[in-house]
Every structure is written in structure tokens, then in C-alpha cells.
């Protein structure tokens, strides 16, 4: 199952502190939900592991990410990473293609993502797994930005999934698919 992510959001920081902050690995774990490095391989690869849980699943992903491209002087990146269920019951891959842009002082950021699953969480469907990536991306962005801004936000420790924003896109995709009606029609 395969599903693609695009989003641009706005930083209220130059666009050089966020090219820093989301070029390095170690800062950006921290606002990603689930997420944590366990291993730096080298400046470009790393270990680590994400868990995720929704209803009554829960998957922990132990996988590798490597630091593609990151063209500094056109702030542009690229993230591939590759991850296998702990249990053996399935995997994912995703790639990641980012730029910054320089808007009046502030930073546009704007990233695609191709994510392709395979096993337990494939089974749910495309529908909910975009809605469900769709919950942990807006999630990122205000990890992110409070980051950036004072570093309030999550950390290593406490960095887990907005459940009940998880839940809500569950029931939201299933009454869609019941009732035959699209996500913005409600």
C-alpha cells in the first residue's frame, strides 16, 4: 500500500536556522511522534526505531535512515528510510524530498513524501493510513515550530502520538467509507 504526503508551512525563523535545525537528525527526532535514533552509523546514516499505536494495534518499527541529499546552498534535502516491523509482520519505506524557500524574513518549508507499507498496517487501508499521516505530519509541524521558537515542544522521552487526533481520523475514514462521502464533505 502506498500513499504520498505534500505539505508547505510556514517557520517565523531565517531560513538558515531552520535549514540547521532540520538537516540534523538529533534535533529533528525530537518532533517527529514515536520516533527515536538509537545509533549513528555515520554523518549521513542512522538507526532507530518508531512505535506507533492506534485502536488497538501498536507497531515499533526498527529501520535505518540515510541523509540522501542535503544541498545546503539551495536548501534542499533528500531523507530515505526503511523500517521493519519488530514482530516480522511487515515493513515500510519512505522517501522524502524537502525545500526551503526565504518568504519576507520568514521560511517556507515545503516537503513531499512517498510512504509504501506492507503487512499488519496495510491491512487498514490506504484512506485511513493517509488520514493517520496525515495527523502525525500536522503533529510534526507543531513539534517543529516549537522547536524553533524556544524549544518548548517534545522530547526523546515524552515523544509520543496525539492519540486522540489518531482516533478521530479512524472513525472519521471508516463513517467516510460507510456512508460514501469524502473527508471535507463532513
Known amino acids: 500500500m502506498k500513499t504520498s504526503i505534500e505539505k508547505t508551512f510556514q517557520v517565523g525563523q531565517p531560513i538558515d536556522k531552520v535549514w540547521e535545525f532540520l538537516s540534523d537528525p538529533n534535533k529533528i527526532v525530537v ?64 522517501t522524502m524530498n524537502g525545500k526551503l524557500t526565504e518568504k519576507e524574513g520568514d521560511t517556507e518549508v515545503h516537503y513531499r513524501m512517498e510512504v509504501s507499507v506492507v503487512g499488519m498496517l496495510a491491512q487498514f487501508g490506504s484512506r485511513m493510513i493517509t488520514d493517520v499521516s496525515k495527523q502525525l505530519v500536522n503533529q510534526f509541524v507543531t513539534n517543529f515550530k516549537n522547536q524553533l521558537e524556544g524549544g518548548a515542544g517534545s522530547s526523546n522521552e515524552e515523544n509520543s502520538l496525539d492519540a486522540a487526533g489518531l482516533i478521530g481520523s479512524v472513525v472519521k475514514s471508516k463513517i467516510s467509507d460507510l456512508f460514501g462521502k469524502k473527508e471535507d464533505e463532513f
Do not use: H, W
Open 31 to 94: 518532533c517527529v511522534p514515536g520516533a527515536q535514533i538509537t545509533e549513528q552509523v555515520d554523518s549521513r546514516n542512522y538507526k532507530g526505531v518508531s512505535i506507533m499505536k492506534f485502536g488497538p494495534v501498536s507497531v515499533k518499527y526498527k529501520g535505518e535512515i540515510f541523509m540522501e541529499k542535503l544541498d545546503a546552498e539551495n536548501y534542499e534535502m533528500r531523507i530515505k528510510g526503511k523500517g521493519l516491523d519488530s514482530k516480522g509482520k511487515g515493513s515500510a519505506d519512505m
